[in-house]
């Protein structure tokens, strides 16, 4: 049984940094959209997407329309949104863990896995 009523927890795959804003804002707006609604919610970075999760990487607007990128992270965050941060797309571009925001956390597929557990889970992928 889940820890949130019995609904399925949310995992975003996300692959994408700033290189496509447009990307990242849809796989935030969903992230969003399932932590707002009370599902327990882990975006997992890798590739470029690791360094979205730097304090003051998360810049800009996407699109004409589009809600800005910070505003969304902090929605997000308010909501108890959780990022998981892939260690060897991490490790290979030599960032460093002490400037992550507070609600991301560098692990592998290991630690999701175990996040996971036995619960059912709906995963969207960017």
Excluded at 60 to 70: E, N, Q, S, W
Aim: charged share 20%; hydrophobic share 45%; with cysteine.
């Amino acid at each position: 049984m889940t820890n949130n009523g019995g609904r399925p927890k949310a995992v975003i795959s996300l692959t994408t940094g700033l290189e496509d804003a447009e990307k990242v804002t849809v796989a935030f707006l969903v992230a969003v959209g399932a932590a707002e609604d009370g599902r327990e919610t882990l975006m997992f970075l890798t590739k470029e997407a690791v360094r979205l999760v730097l304090r003051g990487t998360l810049q800009g607007v996407a699109c004409d329309g589009c809600p800005p990128l910070p505003e969304l992270a902090a929605r997000y965050e308010a909501a108890g949104g959780r990022y998981l941060v892939c260690p060897i797309c991490f490790d290979a571009k030599h960032l460093d863990s002490e400037a992550l925001v507070p609600n991301a956390e560098v692990g592998g597929t290991v630690v999701m896995w175990k996040w996971i557990d036995t619960d059912p889970v709906v995963t969207f992928s960017y």
